[in-house]
């Protein structure tokens, strides 16, 4: 039987000069955060696979600290593990975009 764990509900995407960031709202804070964008990115400058970063914001996107949160990781580009990884499944909220 799987463990009931939290929930990041995709809100919407959010834009940004590279890779790819979405906000998300959490069930439970996440580090003191109900709203986290998840950015993921591959640097030109490293042989790594990309990066996914966590970082808090408000319910607009904007981003609040740029200190990564738990489930930031380097070697791949998907929010789905980064967010797993802090202990949330990802949902879409039916306004997504």
Do not use: W
């Not at 970063?53 to 200190?67: E, N, P, Q, R, V």
């Amino acid at each position: 039987m799987r463990d009931i764990r939290k929930s990041a509900i995709a809100l919407r995407n959010v834009k940004e000069t590279q890779g790819r960031a979405c906000l998300y709202k959490l069930s439970e804070p996440l580090t003191g955060y109900e709203y986290v964008v998840v950015s993921a990115v591959k640097s030109n400058l490293t042989d790594r696979e990309g990066e996914t970063l966590i970082f808090g914001s408000d319910d607009t996107g904007k981003i609040k600290s740029f200190l990564e949160l738990p489930g930031s990781y380097s070697g791949g580009m998907e929010h789905d593990k980064a967010l797993n990884d802090a202990g949330y499944d990802i949902n879409f909220g039916e306004s997504f975009s």
